[in-house]
């Protein structure tokens, strides 16, 4: 069964400091990875996908996501995070001939200035 | 500029009394889906339509229900919430369904956030 983690319930940063949100994943076959922000009150957007091709991802907002096959990671990165980026983070997974969007349980992410 | 709208964003019911979540898009996509997300948790889809195709998901109780009238518009009903059902309810569509055939990115309504009484 296909499953995603997200290890950190929350991430704290500084404003201009690096960020990492941490995820990995478990699917049968090529997994297809995604990850979404939520600001309150606010449904999810999307922030970027890796299908197929350069493991480097990158998405919205300056954000970039690294897919790494064998450690079955797909970490969110940021090299310089903002306070607006405080948000909650999901990231998700769907394997190739299904339908569903299998969520991790999200990452708070709290940049202080 | 809204694409996917959840009508209302907050709902209170009653343990047992049918209750209507409603969603509309002005995206033209062919595909709707309906999330449950409860607190501290990861949304877990319920069910999707492809055009006027329903899918339920194998484990969303028989309670959850829906209907699909037209392209725009896509409802969740409840037929007898309990307790166990106060969650946030997100409504998400994306043009197609299955990855190959483009663009598959799932857009997401602000949510309806159920309480039940």
């Known amino acids: 069964a296909q499953s995603v983690a997200q290890p950190e319930d929350q991430v704290n940063v500084a404003e201009g400091n690096p960020l990492t949100v941490k995820c990995t994943y478990s699917v049968s076959g090529n997994p297809y990875l995604f990850w979404y922000v939520q600001y309150p009150n606010r449904g999810l957007q999307f922030l970027l996908k890796?299908?197929?091709?350069?493991?480097l991802v990158k998405g919205s907002y300056g954000f970039e996501a690294e897919f790494n096959k064998s450690q079955t990671s797909f970490h969110l990165k940021k090299p310089s995070a903002l306070v607006s980026d405080s948000a909650l983070y999901f990231c998700?997974?769907?394997?190739?001939?299904?339908?569903?969007?299998?969520f991790g349980k999200g990452t708070t992410l709290s940049v202080s200035s | 500029d809204a694409m996917v709208i959840q009508n209302p964003r907050y709902q209170v019911t009653q343990f047992g009394k049918p209750v209507t979540l409603s969603c509309s898009q002005t995206l033209n996509h062919n595909v709707m889906y309906w999330y449950q997300q409860k607190s501290s948790q990861a949304p877990k889809l319920l069910f999707h339509y492809y055009d006027k195709d329903f899918n339920n998901e194998a484990d969303t109780p028989d309670n959850f229900q829906s209907r699909r009238p037209n392209t725009s518009f896509c409802f969740l009903d409840i037929r007898s919430p309990g307790l166990g059902d106060a969650a946030m309810y997100l409504c998400a569509t994306s043009r197609d369904l299955f990855l190959g055939q483009g663009s598959h990115e799932q857009y997401f309504g602000p949510g309806t956030r159920l309480t039940v009484t």
């Open positions: 998700a997974v769907r394997e190739q001939a299904g339908t569903a969007l299998i």
């Open positions: 890796y299908i197929t091709g350069d493991n």
